[in-house]
């Protein structure tokens, strides 16, 4: 079964770099059609998908953030991570990496990391 | 982005018995509809794709209905386990869009 696990810092200064890591275990990322995800969840709020990446390296974003956004995948370590810049207070969630898996249309999250929060501020 | 719409914000039921919940999608999203539970403190986790199929060890009092703008999940007999928040997710569109959000609590 395979499991994921973000990491990271948990307080950004706002105008600064978000960085989170997801550590892939129990499967190879390099291996099957999948998209490697993030999705946020703002305090009290609904879900919030931010982009993933294939296997292959290609990468999609969501529009509202495309501009501040960066995935990339590490496969010597099995990871993924994302990237975004210039934060406010807005961009305080909890974070989740998670593991789509391929439909006839887009991605389909099936297993999720437990999530980690980040909040920004000063 | 296609708006998902859950109804209602709150349902609250008695253990045993039936809860409905309702998800509207602003345009059609044929089939491409998920559902997720999510308890306190975990990750959501997978009930229903392709609006209807339900997900690995997804016990059978979940199902799912409907295509186009119109779903419905039900619980046919709610469990203590099943309190919980649900929610509805397309991914017909590029992003997929989740809805805000529907939470069974006990009566």
């Known amino acids: 079964q395979v499991q994921l696990q973000e990491s990271g810092p948990g307080l950004v200064k706002p105008s600064q770099t978000l960085s989170l890591t997801c550590t892939v275990s129990g499967g190879s990322i390099n291996s099957g059609r999948y998209f490697w995800s993030w999705i946020r969840q703002p305090a009290g709020k609904g879900l919030e998908w931010l982009g993933h990446?294939?296997?292959?390296?290609?990468?999609n974003y969501s529009p509202s953030l495309k501009s501040r956004l960066t995935i990339s995948l590490d496969m010597a370590n099995n990871q993924f991570s994302l990237k975004l810049n210039s934060v406010t207070a807005a961009d305080t969630a909890v974070y989740y990496c998670?593991?789509?898996?391929?439909?006839?249309?887009?991605?389909?999250?099936?297993?999720w990391g437990q999530g980690t929060l980040v909040t920004v501020s000063s | 982005e296609v708006l998902m719409t859950q109804s209602p914000a709150t349902l609250s039921v008695s253990p045993g018995e039936r809860a409905t919940l309702s998800c509207r999608a602003s345009?059609?999203?044929?089939?491409?509809l998920a559902w997720y539970q999510q308890k306190p403190g975990q990750p959501p986790r997978l009930l229903i794709y392709?609006?209807?199929a339900r997900g690995p060890a997804i016990p059978d009092r979940f199902s799912g209905s409907g295509s186009g703008t119109e779903f419905t999940l039900t619980i046919s007999s709610l469990q203590s386990e099943d309190f919980a928040v649900y929610y509805c997710?397309?991914?017909?569109?590029?992003?997929?869009?989740f809805g805000r959000g529907t939470k069974v609590e006990i009566k």
């Open positions: 392709g609006a209807y």
């Open positions: 990446i294939y296997t292959s390296g290609i990468t």
């Open positions: 997710q397309q991914y017909n569109n590029w992003p997929g869009t």
């Open positions: 998670a593991r789509a898996r391929e439909t006839t249309k887009q991605p389909l999250p099936q297993f």
């Open positions: 345009e059609s999203v044929s089939s491409h």
